[in-house]
């Protein structure tokens, strides 16, 4: 009798944002980055894609649905990542012949964010590491997050870091087959779990510029570039990893800041220049600089990804003077949570008024854990979608 | 007898725009610049700085009047431009005994500006300049206007560049005294006379962080400004004076444009960053690169000094072709003079509406001559200013 079962697993997968950001590709294809980067996972209460991987001998072609809606999967990218995956399946399969044959059923992923994708919410990092993630749990793959982070680096780069909680980096490594590009845990989030962050979304138009295409012509024209791929970022990684291992949270958003703006700054030095940042992404960074200035130490640190949301992340001692401080500014916006302002850290009005106007929702969240094995399917025993 | 005679000697001075920007010092007190910068002189027609300079046995003390104002003369800037304007005159007066004694005689600057101080347009550029080049004809100094550079750079850096008509470059110079952080000129503007210049002036607020102290920062903090002070600058200094020797407007403008751009990467590099570029400046750099684009290549180039304002570059030959595309974005404001869309060169209306919006006057100029001495005196023969 053929095998007519239809197998399911799922997980749900973090989002993750970047401190030492990711900004260039050695290899397009591979995703091969030019420099390594560090993020920070952030909670999936807040922010997660929930998955499920399924596989049957019914199926007659490989399918992705996402938010309801089907997807092309003939990209490179997703092809990648059901190759890649179905070859460490049959390895198992031609070590021990009772196993079912899933590397060669046609797949089913269902996918739902709790966030709406293509805010500038690193959705697509959570995506890919979901769908690796899922795939591997329906194959019984031995393997740890590290090597999966080598097929989700192909489906998009920044998920790689996505397959760890915590505090994760990921090593650009050195190989032309990728085979030692891949992400760590610099220290899970239990080592320093007081860690907040606050997403204020800018605007939910779409990107200017995407990202993909955005780093390559950064890469091709911007004359600064090269310096820091190759000598700014190997020092701040270094540094972030120890500021991380000392929960040194001074050293931690210095970096972070810092690395936040150069990252826009060889945006700027692209020809013709890309624009993430606007005049509210600016206010919210003159925000956090006195906020910082005002408590006397960086008490708070922004980042901003390839888009103008800003997102800044704080210690949970200091919640009450960072998010009173911005309570003028954002009072009433949804998401927020209104908190009484400190005496010590206020800001005056000329830097809240811009947030008023342009902050649409706020996200808050703290650092979180990485994939998570779930029962809830999203395909029935059918095999067909469930919608949530 | 007391010789008690008013001397007086006037000049108009211009500003210039830099296409290879001087950002960041290796000395303060000198102004010594940390790269070469190259810059394009504007018609005294549009923008000058007309200057008396007077001395007298009977004056008190070293004054100066901008636009009707006592200026304090104590700072080390104007000190020192008096302090080696009167040391060449006192080895003139050496030299031959017959000369009257100015050198020991306080000095009385008059100085008008025919265009608003302070909006971001290189008024301390022209206003030094006008400054030395009215007391060095008071003085009857032999020196030539490098010679004189030396010491208007002394005053304000990009000062030294606005004693020269046309293409001017400021060689950084290695020596530590500065003697050898000179102005030159790369080429007259009857080389290249059909350069025009519409400067759009986005809004006369003052400036967030003032260049002196915003250069420093960069210097100080940002880990991208060695790179291109030490490397990108001087391949470009040689690559523009070679496109202005061929008024090779193409890669005049790719160089301009992307020195723009790297200019406020740095500053966007600095920590805390440093912003002059606003959501209006944007709007202009998306149109004329739509411009670029539409016209299939480059008849236009943005730059943006430490402001707002955007100066946009073309040649005579495309003044249709660039005002016609701007044209809906700036019928009706201060300066604008209405030119007629090409059919070739337009672009949509989503590129000009922030332009209706954030530009609040408009210059329109060219490439101009250097200083001029003129008999029109801001001083009367009583040694009494004299307001126009």
Same mark, same amino acid.
């Given at each position: #009798? ?8 799922? &997980? &749900? ?5 970047? !401190? ?7 290899? *397009?294809?591979? +995703? ?11 909670? @999936? ?15 007659? *072609? ?13 990209? %490179? ?9 179905? /070859? ?7 070590? +021990? /012949? ?33 769908? $690796?993630?899922?795939?591997? +749990? ?7 997050? *590290? ?28 190989? &032309? ?16 779990? @007081? #860690? ?16 993909? /295409?955005?780093?390559?012509? *950064? ?6 570039? /090269? =310096? ?11 540094? #972030? ?22 990252? =826009? ?44 949301? %800003? !997102? ?7 919640? @009450? ?11 009433? !916006?949804?998401?927020?949570? +209104? ?39 999203? $395909?029935?025993?059918?095999? @067909?979608?469930?919608?949530?």
């Amino acid at each position: #009798m053929a095998d007519t079962k239809v197998y399911t697993a799922s &997980t &749900t997968a973090p989002v993750n944002i970047a !401190v030492i950001k990711y900004w260039g590709k050695r290899d *397009t294809k591979l +995703n091969l980055p030019t420099n390594s980067s560090l993020s920070v996972t952030l909670s @999936q209460d807040d922010l997660r894609t929930h998955t499920t991987a399924a596989c049957s001998s019914t199926f007659s *072609t490989d399918t992705l649905i996402l938010n309801g809606e089907s997807q092309d999967v003939s990209g %490179a990218r997703q092809q990648a990542c059901f190759r890649e995956l179905r /070859s460490l399946r049959a390895a198992l399969e031609s070590a +021990n /012949s009772t196993l079912p044959k899933l590397s060669t059923f046609p797949l089913l992923i269902v996918s739902e964010n709790n966030f709406p994708t293509a805010a500038g919410l690193a959705s697509s990092a959570a995506g890919f590491a979901a769908l $690796v993630r899922a795939i591997a +749990n329906l194959y019984e793959l031995p393997q740890n997050p *590290t090597e999966l982070s080598r097929i989700a680096r192909q489906g998009s780069g920044s998920a790689c870091r996505s397959l760890f909680g915590g505090y994760v980096s990921w090593e650009q490594g050195t190989e &032309t087959d990728g085979s030692d590009s891949l992400a760590l845990e610099v220290a899970p989030a239990s080592h320093w779990p @007081q #860690m907040k962050a606050a997403i204020l979304v800018v605007s939910a138009a779409k990107k200017g510029v995407s990202s993909t /295409s955005g780093m390559q012509a *950064t890469v091709a024209t911007s004359e600064l570039f /090269s =310096h820091r791929a190759n000598v700014v970022v190997p020092q701040r990684m270094e540094k #972030m990893k120890q500021a991380i291992k000392e929960r040194d949270f001074e050293t931690f958003a210095d970096l972070t800041m810092k690395d936040s703006n150069q990252f =826009h700054a060889v945006c700027l030095d692209t020809q013709p220049p890309i624009f993430y940042l606007n005049d509210v992404s600016r206010a919210a960074i003159r925000a956090v600089d006195e906020i910082n200035k005002k408590a006397g130490k960086k008490i708070a640190a922004y980042t901003f990804d390839a888009g103008p949301n %800003a !997102v800044i992340y704080y210690l949970e001692e200091n919640e @009450q003077a960072v998010l009173g401080a911005l309570n003028g500014g954002l009072e009433g !916006v949804e998401g927020w949570k +209104n908190v009484t302002a400190s005496a010590d850290v206020s800001i005056e009005e000329a830097f809240l008024q811009p947030l008023k106007e342009g902050i649409t929702r706020v996200i808050l969240t703290r650092v979180g854990e990485g994939p998570v094995r779930v029962e809830e399917s999203l $395909v029935d025993s059918q095999g @067909q979608p469930i919608r949530k």
